[in-house]
C-alpha cells in the first residue's frame, strides 16, 4: 500500500509519497513548498504528482494548520480552505483524511528515537499517561494523546488561541500592550513565529532596552524579522540585549503556557515540545527560564516535576505522524508498518 502524507503550514508545505514496505521513516519521495506558491492544497497535491511522476496512489492524510470542521479547514495564517470532497474529486483518492497538524505531529511521537528527542526535564513517565505537545511556529499549535487500551489516540486542541496568562509585572505590561493593538490577546500573539516580533516591539516601544542602530538597519531589510531577531539572541557573540530578552521572555511565556497544558490533560505520560523554533533556541530552552517557568504552579509543581519534558528535534515528525495515522486508518491490521 502507498500513501500521500502532507503537513501543512502557514508558511511551508511538505508533502511525501509512503509504502507499507518502507514504513514512515523512510519516504519514497518527499518535497517542500512555499504554501503561498499555489492557490490551494490541490494545486501542490497535483504539482508533487506531477513532480514525481507518481502513478495512482489510493490513500491521503494531511495535517492542516487549523481546526478541522466537517471535513473542511480553514487554514490559520493562509488564505485557503482545504475540503476533503473538493480534493478527494480533484485528485482521485479512494478516501483520505484532515487531521489537525499538531494531532498529526502527536501520532508521529510513537515513532520517534532517542536521536529525535532532547530531554529538558527527566521525570518519571507514567507508562500509558496521557501525553502533550504544543509546537510554537509560525503559530502556535497544541495536542495530546490518550491511551485507548491498545494504542495512542492523538485529540486537537486550539489552546493555543486562549487568553495569554501573565505571569509577572513585565507579562502584564506585554497583555496591556498587545490588548491595547489587538483587542483579544491569545497565547499565540506571544508565543509563536508572529509572537517574537511583538515582543521585541513592547521591550522597544516601551523603553525597556535601545535598539542598536545596526541591528534597527538589518530588521529594515529582514523579510523575516522573526528569524533576524531569534538569530542574533542565540549568537554568542553579537552584543543586542533587546533581542536577547525578547528570546528570554518568549522562553518564559513558553515554559509558562506548556505548563498549563500538561495541568490541564495531567500529561503524565510526557511533554514534548515540537514546532520550528524550539531546534533554533535550544540553549535558551535548557539555560533559560523555560523550566522555571514550566514548574512554577504553587501547590502542584510537585506534579509537574514527575513529568518528562522533551524537545522534538526531527523536523519531519509532522509528516511522519500524518503518515502513521494514514496507515492505522488505511493498511489491513496485519500489514501496518
Given at each position: ?36 506558491s ?17 502513478e ?39 478516501d ?54 491498545s ?34 490577546v ?54 543586542c ?47 533559560g ?49
Amino acid at each position: 500500500m502507498k500513501l500521500i502524507a502532507g503537513d501543512i503550514g502557514g508558511t511551508k508545505t511538505t508533502l511525501a509519497l509512503y509504502s507499507s514496505e518502507k514504513g514512515v521513516r523512510e519516504p519514497l519521495f518527499e518535497a517542500t513548498y512555499a504554501s503561498m506558491s499555489c492557490g490551494s492544497l490541490e494545486d501542490i497535491v497535483s504539482r508533487f504528482i506531477e513532480d514525481f511522476g507518481i502513478e495512482e496512489v489510493g490513500y491521503a492524510v494531511f495535517g492542516v494548520a487549523g481546526p478541522v470542521i466537517e471535513e473542511k479547514v480553514a487554514v490559520t495564517n493562509l488564505p485557503w480552505v482545504v475540503d476533503k470532497s473538493l480534493i478527494i474529486s480533484s485528485i482521485g483518492f479512494k478516501d483520505m483524511h484532515l487531521l489537525n497538524d499538531l494531532e498529526a505531529m502527536a501520532y508521529s511521537i510513537s515513532h520517534l528515537e532517542e536521536a529525535d528527542l532532547l530531554s529538558l526535564n527527566k521525570g518519571v513517565p507514567e507508562p500509558k499517561g496521557p501525553r502533550a505537545i504544543i509546537a510554537p511556529g509560525t503559530g502556535l499549535g497544541e495536542a495530546y494523546l490518550t491511551w485507548d487500551g491498545s494504542r495512542y489516540v492523538a485529540h486537537p486542541s486550539e489552546g493555543g488561541h486562549t487568553e495569554f496568562g501573565p505571569g509577572d509585572d513585565t507579562e502584564i505590561e506585554l497583555l496591556k500592550y498587545l490588548f491595547e493593538r489587538h483587542g483579544h490577546v491569545s497565547y499565540e500573539l506571544v508565543c509563536s513565529g508572529m509572537g517574537i516580533p511583538n515582543i521585541y516591539s513592547f521591550l522597544k516601544d516601551r523603553g525597556y532596552y535601545d535598539e542598536p542602530s545596526w541591528f534597527s538597519e538589518r530588521l529594515a531589510r529582514a523579510d523575516d524579522k522573526t528569524a533576524v531577531i531569534l538569530g542574533t539572541a542565540v549568537d554568542e557573540k553579537a552584543s543586542c540585549a533587546i533581542a536577547k530578552a525578547a528570546l528570554r521572555l518568549f522562553v518564559s511565556v513558553l515554559g509558562a503556557e506548556t505548563g498549563n497544558l500538561a495541568l490541564k490533560i495531567l500529561s503524565t505520560g510526557g511533554v514534548y515540545i515540537g514546532g520550528g523554533i524550539p531546534p533554533r533556541i535550544l540553549p535558551a530552552l535548557r539555560e533559560g527560564p523555560f523550566i522555571q517557568s514550566f514548574l512554577r504552579k504553587g501547590r502542584l509543581s510537585r506534579v509537574l516535576h514527575k513529568m518528562p519534558v522533551s524537545v522534538i528535534l526531527n523536523p519531519k515528525a509532522g509528516l511522519m505522524g500524518a503518515a502513521v495515522s494514514g496507515f492505522e486508518a488505511f493498511e489491513p491490521a496485519g500489514d501496518k508498518p
